[in-house]
């Protein structure tokens, strides 16, 4: 099954698409902010991303810009 990285700034979001994709056998790794979820990026390998582009004092745009200059291939 895929390692899926969860980015968002809610929890109830982060619980309902953790919940939903572990149930189908997929391993969720959900975390509330963008900084963190660079460095899981950057140690770990995943096969998804999901990211929230509105997040509280923070942008995802920034951090897909980021992720695709480290890691080009990963769909998000």
């Known amino acids: 099954?895929?390692?899926?990285l969860v980015v968002d700034?809610?929890?109830?979001?982060?619980?309902l698409l953790?919940?939903?994709f572990s149930q189908q056998g997929h391993t969720v790794v959900p975390v509330p902010?963008?900084?963190?979820?660079?460095?899981k990026?950057?140690?770990e390998e995943f096969?998804?991303?999901?990211?929230?582009?509105?997040m509280r004092g923070e942008?995802?745009?920034t951090f897909l810009k980021?992720?695709?200059d480290t890691k080009s291939d990963i769909p998000i």
């Open 9 to 15: 700034d809610d929890a109830q979001i982060r619980s």
């Open 66 to 68: 980021k992720i695709r």
């Open 33 to 39: 902010e963008l900084t963190q979820a660079f460095a």
């Open 18 to 20: 953790d919940q939903g």
């Open 59 to 61: 942008h995802g745009t």
């Open 1 to 4: 099954m895929s390692k899926i």
């Open 41 to 43: 990026i950057v140690r």
């Open 47 to 54: 096969d998804l991303v999901i990211l929230d582009l509105d």
